[in-house]
């Protein structure tokens, strides 16, 4: 059978386009409801040949916007025993909707047995979107496991840190300690920064000023705490204790991005009084970019010296 070229001049066999008119009667079961859609979209998740995966992958999102006991139930069996790893992602994926104690289980469980990378990244984030104090636990435990794949740890802390909850700030707080990867500490300090909690900025200012600490996370701590709302007085206090260049320039860094008038006359001060040559230079290239009207004069009575 001859093949066909589209308006885009896209070349098309004709397979393709019965798939499309597949697609579009799928799409249809999305105005219908759970009791008339559901059997249908069951028998599509039951074949298993390799050009219906397509289709099955769209079957399992539809399914996802269904509401009823059927929904788990299938996701739950398609996350299971579809043969298509795409597919069993997305419905691993779309559990994330499913907020019950059986769901939260099976997602618990492939945390524990699986080795497909997806697959934990999918499980770990539909555990984030699960309100329940178990899920919770879960995605704590897997962050300090120390058997678990790094990547996948900082996946679980990251997630944990968008949930804006104290037990997990106070949690991620005594994790830091435990921890001897420096990319795990990072994403600790990061997502210690998205609760934007003072809390969470004085631990931040901690990490900043410990010298025992590495040179780069105390910059990372530094920086994230001056996103996260650290106040210029602080930052300016901060830096007459700094002995460090290294974070003196840092800090002159995170005061030039407060863009207000203590962080300016800080700047300023850097400029005029500090004994360190390179570091007057970062301050006043940093002023250059101020919008301050103060800066102008202050420049040219630099230049007058």
């Not at 979107?129 to 058997?147: C, K, V």
């Not at 390179?278 to 919008?291: D, H, I, T």
């Amino acid at each position: 059978m001859a093949s066909e070229t589209d308006a885009a001049g896209t070349r098309r066999e004709p397979e393709d386009d019965e798939d499309d008119v597949r697609v579009a009667a799928l799409n249809g079961l999305l105005q219908m409801d759970a009791g008339s859609a559901l059997p249908i979209l069951q028998k599509v998740l039951a074949r298993r040949d390799g050009c219906s995966a397509g289709l099955r992958r769209k079957a399992v999102f539809i399914i996802s916007q269904k509401r009823g006991s059927e929904t788990e139930t299938l996701l739950l069996d398609v996350a299971q025993h579809d043969p298509d790893a795409e597919v069993r992602q997305q419905a691993v994926f779309w559990l994330s909707q499913v907020p019950t104690d059986r769901a939260v289980g099976m997602l618990d469980s492939i945390l524990r047995t699986t080795d497909d990378q997806e697959l934990r990244e999918k499980a770990l984030f539909a555990l984030s979107q699960q309100h329940s104090p178990r899920a919770g636990q879960i995605l704590r435990g897997y962050a300090e496991n120390a058997n678990a794949p790094s990547e996948a740890r900082e996946k679980a802390i990251f997630w944990l840190g968008q949930q804006h909850s104290g037990e997990n700030a106070a949690f991620l707080r005594g994790l830091y300690g435990k921890l001897t990867d420096e990319e795990l500490k990072e994403k600790v300090i990061f997502s210690l920064s998205q609760m934007h909690d003072a809390d969470n900025t004085r631990w931040l200012m901690e990490i900043a000023l410990n010298e025992r600490e590495s040179i780069e996370m105390r910059k990372k701590a530094l920086f994230w705490a001056g996103q996260s709302g650290m106040a210029a007085t602080d930052l300016a206090t901060m830096y007459d204790r700094l002995t460090d260049s290294e974070m003196k320039d840092q800090t002159i860094f995170v005061l030039s991005q407060k863009r207000d008038r203590v962080a300016v006359d800080k700047l300023m001060s850097i400029a005029k009084t500090e004994k360190d040559r390179e570091l007057r230079k970062k301050a006043v290239f940093w002023l250059s970019q101020s919008r301050d009207p103060r800066v102008a004069e202050f420049l040219e009575s630099l230049i007058s010296q």
